[in-house]
C-alpha cells in the first residue's frame, strides 16, 4: 500500500505564489508517474502538470508558463510551483502517483486564489 501526503495549498492573492508537495510512502519501490490534478467547483477534474522517471514533463494548456513539477526521487516527493496565480486557479488540488503501474490519490489540498 502507498500513502500520499500532500502539503502546501491556502489562500492567496491574485499573481501570487504558492508550492505545493506531495510525500509517498510505504511499498514503493518504482515510482514512474507522479502528477497533479485539480477540481474545481462545477467543473471536472483535469490534468494540472505530469512528470514520469525520466524527468519529462507535461502541462495542462491553462497553467504553462505558470506552473512547473518536480521531483526528489530520493524523497519519494512531488512539487508544484504555482506562480502568477489567477482566480481561476481555485480548486482542490490532488497529487496522483504510479507505483508499478497503480494508481494512487492523495487526499487533496485547497488552493484558493482571491483578493
Known amino acids: 500500500q502507498v500513502q500520499l501526503v500532500e502539503s502546501g495549498g491556502g489562500l492567496v492573492q491574485p499573481g501570487g505564489s504558492l508550492r505545493l508537495a506531495c510525500a509517498a510512502s510505504?511499498?514503493?519501490?518504482?515510482?514512474?508517474?507522479m502528477a497533479w490534478y485539480r477540481r474545481a467547483p462545477g467543473k471536472q477534474r483535469e490534468l494540472v502538470a505530469v512528470?514520469?522517471?525520466?524527468?519529462?514533463?507535461n502541462y495542462g494548456d491553462s497553467v504553462v508558463g505558470r506552473f512547473t513539477i518536480s521531483r526528489d526521487n530520493a524523497k519519494n516527493t512531488v512539487y508544484l510551483q504555482m506562480n502568477s496565480l489567477k482566480p481561476e486557479d481555485t480548486a482542490v488540488y490532488y497529487c496522483?502517483?504510479?507505483?508499478?503501474?497503480?494508481?494512487?490519490w492523495g487526499q487533496g489540498t485547497q488552493v484558493t486564489v482571491s483578493s
Open positions: 510505504g511499498s514503493i519501490f518504482s515510482i514512474n508517474r
Open positions: 496522483n502517483v504510479h507505483v508499478a503501474s497503480v494508481g494512487y
Open positions: 512528470i514520469v522517471s525520466g524527468g519529462s514533463t
